[in-house]
Nanobody, 128 residues
Framework: QVQLVESGGGLVQAGSSLRLSCAAS????????????LGWFRQAPGKQREFVAA????????SYTNSVKGRFTISRDNGKNTVYLQMNGLKPEDAAVYYC?????????????????WGQGTQVTVSS
């Protein structure tokens, strides 16, 4: 079992930066944090949850949705059991609740159905 806790959200002006963090607690004896791929998803009011970014178990592969390429960077620190999402050049359309998720599949995936565990989310608000 994996517990995920996001932090770092807040209210910022358009063009600003935020770094989201997601700390993981792995409670399965035979599996470690580094076995999981990690992803960030977001959900704005009245919209479906959408994929934002993902990183493979070893950090060697990443994937981003087109709208954040060049602005957002996902990274992980397996020594700290933490995944990060650096968000630069924020736009009002980036405003949403951001969720991190963990997938035992191991590879960076855009598919939410492959993620086994989800955090509670952190709010990001961007004013224009």
């Amino acid at each position: 079992q994996v517990q995920l806790v996001e932090s770092g959200g807040g209210l910022v002006q358009a063009g600003s930066s935020l770094r989201l963090s997601c700390a993981a607690s792995v409670r399965t004896f035979s599996i470690t944090f580094s076995d999981y791929a990690l992803g960030w998803f977001r959900q704005a009011p009245g919209k479906q949850r959408e994929f934002v970014a993902a990183i493979s178990w070893d950090g060697g592969s990443t994937s981003y949705t087109n709208s954040v390429k060049g602005r957002f960077t996902i990274s992980r620190d397996n020594g700290k059991n933490t995944v990060y999402l650096q968000m630069n050049g924020l736009k009002p359309e980036d405003a949403a609740v951001y969720y991190c998720a963990a997938a035992s599949y191991g590879r960076a995936s855009t598919l939410s159905g492959l993620y086994n565990y989800w955090g509670q989310g952190t709010q990001v608000t961007v004013s224009s």
